[in-house]
């Protein structure tokens, strides 16, 4: 009588208390697979398999191949094939026609379960993988274009500054334009320097300045300079330098206006 005690379950298992479609059937469930893992490790149809747990060998292609599958199906629940199919040919014989012991797998691997910890591991490593690659292409893009246009660090810089002074120039240009009335600065600096000074028609100053003095005048619509040493004053108007209006010891006279 053919037996198997499960190492799982307990339970015992033998053809001569069972049909051997039911002892295969219970020793697969309490290895805990299922009709098709049955089918993928020993390479037999998934209909064959059922029909041997139903003890519907008519439904298989014939003896030989019945003895088999028996046989595979056996090893792979750790049976007694010998035992099965002496049993099998006892309740209906059929032909004898030996098939070679290597007719089935030598053993049967069952792959183990992959951790969920690798499987996130996995996967993060395929979005960091990711990542770098996106950053890789986009640097490799910005240096070809760089290249493409002629564009250096170096130049790449000295096109900023370019553009910054341009933006400077811009903003002193609005702002000068945007300034009300007239501010002159006088910085005497090389020797003293007698000046008169007159703004929208009113003197402001009269009186020598000393080297190294500055003197700043406002008015809304002019301003008139007299100086008696005009290449010792520097003249700035709002803000743009005029630079001394002429010679040293020359005597000149200026009148700035309003731009309307």
């Known amino acids: 009588m053919l037996k198997e005690y499960d190492n799982i379950t307990g339970l015992q298992l033998g053809v001569g208390l069972l049909e051997i479609g039911e002892t295969l059937r219970k020793?697969?469930?309490?290895?805990?697979?299922?009709l098709?893992?049955?089918?993928?490790?020993?390479?037999?149809?998934?209909?064959y398999i059922k029909a041997i747990e139903n003890d519907s060998f008519d439904a298989l292609p014939g003896g030989v191949y019945t003895r088999g599958f028996l046989r595979s199906y056996a090893r792979l629940l750790d049976l007694d094939h010998r035992e099965l199919l002496s049993e099998f040919e006892k309740q209906g014989p059929v032909e004898i026609n030996n098939l070679p012991e290597d007719h089935t797998p030598a053993a049967f691997i069952f792959p183990p379960?992959?951790?969920?910890?690798?499987?996130?591991?996995?996967?993060?490593?395929?979005y960091l993988a990711f990542v770098i690659i996106i950053t890789l292409a986009g640097y490799l893009f910005w240096t070809h274009i760089v290249k493409f246009n002629g564009l250096g660090p170096e130049a790449v810089k000295h096109t900023n500054l370019i553009e910054n002074l341009k933006k400077d120039t811009r903003q002193e240009e609005t702002a000068a334009a945007n300034q009300k009335g007239l501010n002159v600065v006088l910085e005497v600096t090389g020797g003293k320097c007698w000046m008169r000074i007159t703004s929208d028609g009113v003197i402001k100053f009269t009186g020598t300045i000393a080297a190294g003095d500055t003197k700043s005048f406002q008015a809304s619509e002019r301003i008139n300079i007299r100086l008696g040493?005009?290449?010792a004053v520097k003249v700035t108007v709002n803000g743009r330098?005029?630079?001394?209006?002429?010679?040293?010891?020359?005597?000149?006279?200026?009148?700035?206006?309003v731009q309307k």
């Open 36 to 47: 098709e893992d049955v089918a993928q490790l020993t390479k037999i149809n998934l209909r």
């Open 27 to 34: 020793t697969r469930e309490a290895r805990g697979l299922s």
């Open 113 to 126: 379960k992959e951790p969920k910890s690798v499987k996130i591991l996995k996967k993060t490593a395929y």
């Open 229 to 231: 040493n005009a290449g």
């Open 241 to 257: 330098v005029i630079g001394p209006l002429g010679k040293k010891g020359e005597v000149i006279e200026k009148e700035f206006t």
